[in-house]
C-alpha cells in the first residue's frame, strides 16, 4: 500500500513535541505550549527544548548571556549578503548563508551551534534589507533579549513590551510543531551523518515552498480583498465554490481550532488598540467559518496559526516579505532539537518507491 507524502506513517519516537489534532492541543515536552507561550521567553522555550526541561534562574541567565555574545554577523558573512543577487528573496538569502556557518563540531551538534545559528538570523535579515533597500543596519546590541533584539534588527525601532509580547507568543508557538516538512527535511539530512548547517540549510529550503511556510502572506491578500468588496460572504462563497485554498484556514493535523491561533488570537485581544485591521480580521474569520461549515460540512475548517500571525506581524509594522522569515527564526529552534535526536538514535532514513514504469526498453 502506498501512503504519498508518508501521510500516517510513523517512522521515528520523539520527545520533543505532541500534537494532538482531535482535541486542538500543542504539547512541548510536557508542557501545554500555549501556557509556555504566555508565561515563559524565548530563550526559556528553547532551553527547554535542546535541554528537555526549563531552565533554573541560574541556567536561563547562562543561556541568555550565550544568546547576546553571539550576534556578531562576521565579515565574511556580510560580504556573501552583498555579492547574493538581489532577486533573491529572505529565504534564499538565509539558506545560503546559514550553510556557511562555521561549526564547533561537525560530527556531534551542540547546543552552541543552534544559539550560534538561531542568534545570526536577525543579523542575516537586517544586513540584507541594508544592501538591498540601503535601510540602516542597525547597531548590534547586547541588552535585549532575542526576541526584542529580533524586532529590533528587522524594523530598526526601539521595541516596545507590548510588540515584543505579541511577536515573542508567535515566536514560541511556532518554535516547534512535530514532524513537519521542514523538520522531516532536517532529520532525513542529519541522518547520513551530515552536519548542523547542512541540515538547517535543508529545512529553510523545504520552509520555503508555499504550501509549507507561505501562508501569512496569503492571509493578508484575502483580508485585503475583504477591505476591496461590499460583500465578504459572497467573496468567501466564490473562492470556496471554485476550489481556491482560504489562506490561514484549515489544518493538515488540527481537526478543530489550531490552538497556537488562540493563544495569539488572546494576546491580540489583550493588546488591542484601536486597530481596524483586527477587527476585520475577526469579521473574516467569523463569515470564513460560517461559509466553510456550510460548503464543506465536517471538514473541521478552523483559523490556523498563520491567519492571527499575520494580524500580529501587521500590527509590529513588519514587512511581509519577512513573515516566512520570522517563521524560520522560530523554527531554527526545534529543527536543531530534532538535529540532536536524530543523531541520538540515528537510523538513515531510507523510504522505499513502487516503480511503475516499464521493465524494459527495446
Not at 462563497?237 to 493535523?253: D, P
Request: with cysteine; glycine share 6%.
Amino acid at each position: 500500500m502506498i501512503h504519498k507524502g508518508l501521510k500516517g506513517i510513523v517512522c521515528t519516537e520523539t520527545k520533543i513535541s505532541m500534537i494532538d489534532g482531535e482535541q486542538g492541543q500543542l504539547v512541548y515536552r510536557g508542557y501545554d505550549a500555549k501556557a509556555l507561550a504566555k508565561d515563559c521567553s524565548f530563550e526559556e522555550v528553547a532551553y527547554l527544548l535542546w535541554y528537555g526541561e526549563l531552565p533554573t534562574e541560574r541556567q536561563l541567565d547562562h543561556i541568555k548571556g550565550q544568546f547576546k555574545s553571539s550576534r556578531q554577523l562576521p565579515n565574511y558573512m556580510k560580504h556573501i549578503i552583498e555579492q547574493l543577487p538581489e532577486s533573491l528573496d529572505m529565504l534564499d538569502v538565509l539558506r545560503s548563508v546559514i550553510s556557511t556557518v562555521e561549526l564547533s563540531s561537525f560530527d556531534e551538534p551542540r547546543v552552541k551551534d543552534a544559539i550560534k545559528i538561531t542568534t545570526l538570523v536577525p543579523g542575516i535579515i537586517a544586513y540584507r534589507l541594508h544592501i538591498v533597500s540601503g535601510k540602516l543596519f542597525p547597531e548590534i546590541r547586547d541588552d535585549l533579549d532575542h526576541v526584542a533584539y529580533y524586532y529590533y534588527m528587522v524594523t530598526g525601532q526601539e521595541p516596545k513590551l507590548e510588540h515584543v509580547r505579541a511577536l515573542e507568543t508567535y515566536m514560541i508557538l511556532t518554535m516547534e510543531h512535530g514532524l513537519n516538512a521542514s523538520t522531516f527535511s532536517a532529520r532525513v539530512t542529519v541522518s547520513t551523518k551530515s552536519d548542523l548547517a547542512s541540515a538547517i540549510t535543508s529545512a529553510i529550503g523545504t520552509m520555503k515552498g508555499p504550501l509549507h511556510g507561505g501562508a501569512p502572506t496569503g492571509v493578508l491578500e484575502l483580508l485585503n480583498e475583504a477591505v476591496q468588496t461590499h460583500d465578504i460572504r459572497s467573496m468567501i462563497q466564490e473562492k470556496v465554490q471554485q476550489g481556491e485554498k482560504l489562506m490561514g484556514f484549515g489544518h493538515r493535523v488540527y481537526k478543530t481550532m489550531d490552538p497556537r491561533a488562540i493563544a495569539l488570537k488572546d494576546v491580540l485581544q489583550q493588546n488591542k488598540q484601536d486597530d481596524d485591521w483586527f477587527d476585520l480580521a475577526l469579521i473574516v474569520e467569523e463569515i470564513a467559518i460560517s461559509v466553510l461549515e456550510e460548503l464543506k460540512p465536517g471538514r473541521g475548517l478552523y483559523t490556523n496559526v498563520e491567519y492571527y500571525a499575520a494580524a500580529v506581524m501587521n500590527e509590529l509594522e513588519i514587512d511581509a516579505n519577512l513573515f516566512t522569515a520570522t517563521f524560520t527564526a522560530s523554527r531554527v529552534v526545534g529543527w536543531s532539537a530534532h538535529v540532536m535526536e536524530q543523531l541520538s538514535d540515528n537510523v538513515i532514513f531510507r523510504p522505499k518507491a513502487e516503480y511503475v514504469g516499464p521493465v524494459f526498453n527495446h
